[in-house]
């Protein structure tokens, strides 16, 4: 099955960031012998597929320097494709897409699972920081109160198994935030903040002239730490890992 010349990257289509392949090299792989552009609009067409939801296609250039428009296939989508193809190949393809599918919802579980121990270490801290002794559901809702459970850019790194700069720069190509130039600081884009993301908070800090003021400081939500854990779970199997290190240089979500 590693022998598949085909890779399963994470690809926005629609609203979602889901694993997808590229239909021209599942056209490839299947070894059809019709033109790429003649079929897969034949069987767009023939089994009711719907872009933004199905696949994801988009005009670029070729070497020939006319535009061609390539597809981004859903994992769903490319295994009735190649089931509807039969043939020898076309099980292999199915097999290994569903072979994907399974290995990333293994790996998601396996990042989500890091982080209520990361949180149990946090409420721990909290808990000697207030010098009381409690249950420790007390402290967690004494965390959860504290911007719904969020926590800034460098903790949510920690819990992802990150290195904060190059999680913050991973953040930054997949326009979840933004450099704002008059604060200094990295800011949410509001689109992240609408879909429970991403938060703001304001923080006290002291300028070099001396004068003191408040900046708003992003932080990552509990819904945030569970999407950023599924894509990354994406991009350790696409990669062919199957546990992440660091964020992959497909960011486009």
């Excluded at 599942?26 to 199905?54: C, K, N, Q, S």
């Amino acid at each position: 099955m590693n022998a598949i010349p085909m890779i399963v990257t994470p690809r926005r289509i629609g609203s979602d960031i889901i694993p997808a392949v590229d239909g021209r090299e599942l056209h490839g792989f299947l070894g059809i012998a019709t033109p790429f552009r003649d079929w897969i609009v034949r069987r767009i067409e023939t089994y009711g597929f719907r872009e933004g939801e199905d696949f994801h296609s988009e005009l670029r250039e070729s070497p020939g320097g006319r535009p061609s428009r390539e597809y981004a296939i859903s994992l769903g989508m490319a295994k009735e494709l190649a089931m509807v193809e039969r043939g020898e190949k076309g099980r292999q393809a199915r097999a290994y897409f569903l072979e994907c599918e399974r290995r990333a919802k293994a790996v998601a579980v396996q990042q989500l699972d890091v982080l209520p121990a990361a949180i149990d270490a946090r409420l721990l801290k909290i808990e000697r920081a207030l010098g009381v002794q409690q249950e420790k559901a007390a402290a967690f809702d004494l965390l959860m109160a504290q911007d719904h459970g969020a926590v800034c850019l460098t903790e949510a790194a920690k819990l992802l198994r990150q290195k904060p700069r190059a999680f913050n720069i991973w953040l930054s190509e997949a326009r979840w935030i933004f450099r704002a130039h008059d604060w200094g600081t990295w800011q949410a884009y509001q689109r992240r903040i609408g879909d429970g993301l991403l938060c703001h908070v304001m923080v006290p800090i002291t300028r070099s002239n001396g004068r003191r003021e408040l900046v708003p400081q992003v932080k990552v939500t509990p819904a945030g730490l569970r999407r950023l854990a599924e894509i990354l779970a994406i991009e350790s199997v696409g990669s062919g890992r199957l546990a992440s290190h660091g964020p992959g240089s497909r960011a486009g979500w």
